[in-house]
């Protein structure tokens, strides 16, 4: 039910009544200054209530290159099996499938039809010429979060490598992202994780279960 009643549907309204009580519709066309044809098209919709004369959706009901039922499934079974990896990764896997749309498609349907939010963080060493301030003998790292679907990024220039840095990185990530996130995934560096040691959670993670965020990581030796 739509509660918004505008001035054009309050003027609609007024017409239709004006050329039902007269019986004539070029009469009401003069009377409102606007033309025979628009009255006789508002009149035959015109049922006594102001929402009949609301302007339909010009939405499509159905379009050539609309997704069938089937490829929805097909994506979403590849998404969930292959998300991990990435979603070119899902892509891929559903052209093998017989997928025939876009990548970007691809996404786009993700995004629609599946509501979880992943975001990417990496971190790279930043030249000392690539920056505009003195470092004195000092390395600096690049921190990076984008988001899966909208490309999004959030940086952060950090003087050391470390898993402190990568941690407090994630306390306002999320009001900086704008969404709230679901998955989290890096590599397997020690800025992220305690890869190969198993007697001591690593405080990337801490963090993480505090936040409510899934941490995932690519598979051992990949980029």
Not at 105 to 113: A, D, F, G, L, T
Not at 135 to 154: H, M, N, P, V, W
Not at 175 to 187: E, L, N, S
Not at 199 to 219: A, M, P, S
Request: charged fraction near 30%; glycine fraction near 4%; charge should be positive.
């Amino acid at each position: 039910m739509h509660s918004i009643i505008t001035e054009e549907l309050r003027f609609r309204k007024r017409v239709c009544e004006y050329a039902i009580k007269h019986g004539n519709n070029a009469e009401a066309a003069r009377c409102y200054h606007t033309s025979r044809q628009q009255v006789q098209r508002w009149v035959k919709r015109f049922d006594g209530t102001i929402d009949s004369l609301r302007l339909y959706s010009r939405k499509p009901y159905s379009h050539p290159n609309q997704h069938t039922k089937e490829e929805l499934v097909l994506i979403k079974c590849m998404h969930s099996r292959f998300k991990h990896e990435g979603l070119s990764q899902v892509y891929v896997e559903a052209k093998k499938r017989g997928y025939k749309h876009s990548y970007g498609s691809v996404c786009r349907q993700i995004r629609c039809h599946i509501k979880e939010k992943k975001v990417q963080i990496d971190i790279k060493y930043v030249p000392r010429e690539s920056l505009d301030f003195s470092t004195q003998g000092k390395s600096y790292y690049q921190l990076t979060a984008i988001d899966e679907f909208s490309r999004k990024r959030i940086l952060k220039i950090i003087d050391e490598k470390s898993v402190t840095n990568t941690s407090r990185f994630l306390l306002n990530l999320e009001a900086k992202m704008g969404f709230r996130i679901h998955t989290i995934q890096t590599d397997n560096g020690r800025e992220f994780t305690n890869y190969g040691v198993k007697d001591r959670e690593c405080l990337f993670d801490i963090v993480l279960k505090r936040l409510g965020i899934e941490h995932k990581t690519t598979r051992p030796f990949s980029p």
